[in-house]
């Protein structure tokens, strides 16, 4: 019997963790991730929407691979995802509708979402359905703990608390003085806090840095 | 009067790449050089200004609360709203396909010179940014949506031009080397941004 999780599986799911990670070095799914990051709980909501549907679509295309035309399976690719993704919506719709409404237009922006495209275009349509999956799960992740990274530093230094609650040793810094940066809240920020991550991640490991 | 505020505001305050981070995937990886940034963006612009007004002709007609009201009053309850999402992907990728081969047929030196951005704006993600943009703000006319796609589609080449001009003179300056390439384009982005946020105070 051949073994369900084997190294070559564990690999699968580490790899787009670290090395291989989506946002930072693969330059996958940027736009969403920056958009949505002012505060952890929209994050959160972005990266749980965005597993589900990775992982269903990668699966589908999958078990579907032997059967897409080659000439149209850009189409019938986003097809997948965009039912899948409507999907969240009506469910975010109707059990977070503060969140969907501050998420607005990026929900619907997973469709084009690079990650979930490119895994399918370069992964799932040429491997089996367990291998997608896992491929699928770990892209996500990646892509998931990024997200949560920003969200969590935006949050804490731009509006002094983490998903909503504030913190209470904040009060004593605040009676000596210390502001919060509304500049983490504005968009540019974003960019700046990947841009920092990239270059903790890439001075450890010499192999990522690029020519220039 | 009203129609080039809308341009004017898609271009500066409400940039695509600056204030929404729209498109960044191609931004970031099709601007390495100033001449393969123009092709993309002016494609870009073409094929903004060309999808959003057929989305909203389909939001207005077909898929609004009450829309398909022109079909007969029978239809006047009908809300098709949860299909946008599909809708509009579909009309992208199709209209992608369809500008790929009119000007294939038409002009094969533009052809050649946009070459493989063409069918890769179909997963841009500004093109249904704009679309989905266009339905969240509810446009009276169609000529105020088409001006607004052209200067959501201006914004976002005027940003990789930018990008694309500075990178390529950024060789030549010494980047500490964990943070070239990507990291300090990503950084480079942010102080743009910045730059760009002294639009938003202005009223129009």
């Given at each position: 019997?051949?073994?369900f999780f084997?190294?070559?599986?564990?690999?699968?799911?580490?790899?787009?963790?670290?090395?291989?990670?989506?946002?930072?070095?693969?330059?996958?799914?940027?736009?969403?991730?920056?958009?949505?990051?002012?505060?952890?709980?929209?994050?959160?909501?972005?990266?749980?929407a965005?597993?589900?549907?990775?992982?269903?679509?990668s699966?589908?295309?999958s078990?579907?691979?032997?059967?897409?035309?080659?000439?149209?399976?850009?189409?019938?690719?986003?097809?997948?995802?965009?039912?899948?993704?409507?999907?969240?919506?009506q469910?975010?719709?109707?059990?977070?509708?503060?969140?969907?409404?501050?998420?607005?237009?990026?929900?619907?922006?997973?469709?084009?979402?690079?990650?979930?495209?490119?895994?399918?275009?370069?992964?799932?349509?040429?491997?089996?359905?367990?291998e997608?999956?896992?491929?699928a799960?770990?892209?996500?992740?990646?892509?998931?703990w990024?997200?949560?990274?920003?969200?969590?530093?935006?949050?804490?230094?731009?509006?002094?608390?983490?998903?909503?609650?504030?913190?209470?040793?904040?009060?004593?810094?605040?009676?000596?003085?210390?502001?919060?940066?509304?500049?983490?809240?504005?968009?540019?920020?974003?960019?700046?806090?990947?841009?920092?991550?990239?270059?903790?991640q890439?001075?450890?490991?010499?192999?990522?840095?690029?020519?220039? | 009067?009203?129609?080039?505020?809308?341009?004017?505001?898609?271009v500066?305050?409400?940039?695509?790449i600056?204030?929404?981070?729209?498109?960044?995937?191609?931004?970031?990886?099709v601007?390495?050089?100033?001449?393969?940034?123009?092709?993309?963006g002016?494609?870009?612009?073409?094929?903004?200004?060309?999808?959003?007004?057929?989305?909203?002709?389909?939001?207005?007609?077909?898929?609004?609360?009450?829309?398909?009201?022109?079909?007969?009053?029978?239809?006047?309850?009908?809300?098709?709203?949860?299909?946008?999402?599909?809708?509009?992907?579909?009309?992208?990728?199709?209209?992608?396909?369809?500008?790929?081969?009119?000007?294939?047929?038409?002009?094969?030196?533009?052809?050649?010179?946009?070459?493989?951005?063409?069918?890769?704006?179909?997963?841009?993600?500004?093109?249904?940014?704009?679309?989905?943009?266009?339905?969240?703000?509810?446009?009276?006319?169609?000529?105020e949506?088409?001006?607004?796609?052209?200067?959501?589609?201006?914004?976002?080449?005027?940003?990789?031009?930018?990008?694309?001009?500075?990178?390529?003179?950024?060789?030549?300056?010494?980047?500490?080397?964990?943070?070239?390439?990507?990291?300090?384009?990503?950084?480079?982005?942010?102080?743009?941004?910045?730059?760009?946020m002294?639009?938003?105070?202005?009223?129009?």
């Amino acid at each position: 019997m051949k073994s369900f999780f084997t190294k070559q599986h564990q690999k699968l799911i580490a790899d787009p963790m670290g090395d291989q990670n989506p946002i930072t070095i693969q330059v996958l799914g940027i736009c969403s991730a920056l958009a949505i990051t002012t505060q952890l709980e929209n994050a959160l909501v972005m990266t749980l929407a965005v597993i589900f549907v990775m992982t269903s679509a990668s699966s589908i295309i999958s078990l579907l691979r032997n059967h897409i035309p080659n000439r149209i399976r850009i189409i019938v690719q986003l097809l997948v995802v965009a039912s899948l993704v409507a999907l969240v919506d009506q469910i975010l719709k109707a059990f977070l509708p503060d969140a969907s409404e501050q998420l607005s237009v990026f929900i619907g922006l997973i469709i084009t979402n690079c990650i979930i495209m490119g895994r399918l275009e370069a992964f799932a349509m040429g491997n089996k359905l367990w291998e997608s999956f896992l491929d699928a799960l770990g892209n996500a992740f990646g892509y998931g703990w990024i997200l949560v990274a920003v969200a969590f530093v935006r949050e804490l230094f731009g509006s002094g608390k983490l998903m909503g609650y504030e913190i209470p040793g904040f009060t004593y810094l605040y009676d000596l003085g210390y502001m919060n940066n509304n500049l983490m809240i504005l968009p540019p920020m974003a960019l700046v806090v990947v841009g920092l991550i990239i270059w903790m991640q890439r001075s450890k490991n010499n192999d990522l840095i690029e020519e220039n | 009067m009203d129609l080039v505020n809308i341009f004017i505001k898609g271009v500066f305050i409400d940039n695509m790449i600056f204030a929404y981070f729209l498109g960044m995937c191609s931004y970031l990886a099709v601007s390495k050089t100033v001449t393969t940034a123009n092709g993309l963006g002016l494609a870009v612009i073409f094929v903004l200004g060309i999808t959003v007004p057929v989305n909203y002709i389909l939001e207005n007609k077909v898929l609004k609360a009450g829309a398909l009201q022109w079909l007969g009053d029978n239809f006047i309850d009908v809300d098709l709203n949860v299909l946008s999402l599909i809708m509009f992907i579909a009309v992208v990728s199709a209209m992608v396909q369809l500008v790929e081969m009119i000007i294939e047929k038409f002009s094969p030196a533009l052809y050649s010179s946009l070459g493989i951005f063409l069918p890769l704006i179909a997963v841009n993600c500004a093109i249904l940014g704009g679309a989905l943009f266009m339905q969240e703000r509810q446009y009276s006319t169609i000529i105020e949506a088409t001006s607004f796609a052209l200067g959501s589609g201006v914004g976002w080449y005027l940003a990789i031009v930018a990008i694309a001009a500075i990178r390529e003179k950024i060789r030549y300056s010494n980047v500490p080397a964990p943070l070239r390439g990507l990291g300090i384009t990503y950084i480079i982005t942010g102080l743009m941004g910045i730059a760009f946020m002294c639009f938003m105070g202005i009223k129009i």
